[in-house]
Structures are given as C-alpha cells and as structure tokens.
C-alpha cells in the first residue's frame, strides 16, 4: 500500500492529488485497509488470486470475510 508508512498529512496530500486527476484517469490502487479506496468508483475484491466481487466500494467492503 503506497501510503501505509505515510504520516497522516502526507498520506492526505496523496489522497487529495488522486481525487484531483481522478476526473480524467483511471486509477488502479490495490489496498488492504477500506479508507484507501472509499472513494473508489468500482472496487474489486480479491481471495486466493481471484475476484470474487466487483462492484462500487458500499456493498463490497461489507464483505467482512474478505480482506479488501
């Protein structure tokens, strides 16, 4: 995860330059905590090598057997 060693002010000036070229970009972030991709348009969830749900960030990071 690209801000996971981040201190808090610098992993939001990360956060807020995503949302910034997000308008026009496609952008692919594999993360392990839900507050990375909360702002996600479409989120894919991954166990053992395979997706196992896609879809827009509510219901798949309900998924509390899955680490997203």
């Known amino acids: 995860e690209p801000t996971s060693s981040l201190d808090p002010i610098s992993e939001r000036l990360i956060t807020e330059s995503l949302e910034k070229i997000r308008q026009n970009t496609t952008i692919v972030t594999i993360a ?37």
């Open 32 to 68: 392990h905590r839900p507050a990375t991709i909360q702002n996600a348009s479409r989120v894919v969830s991954v166990d053992d090598g395979l997706a196992v749900d896609i879809g827009d960030n509510g219901p798949v990071l309900d998924l509390s057997s899955l680490t997203v």
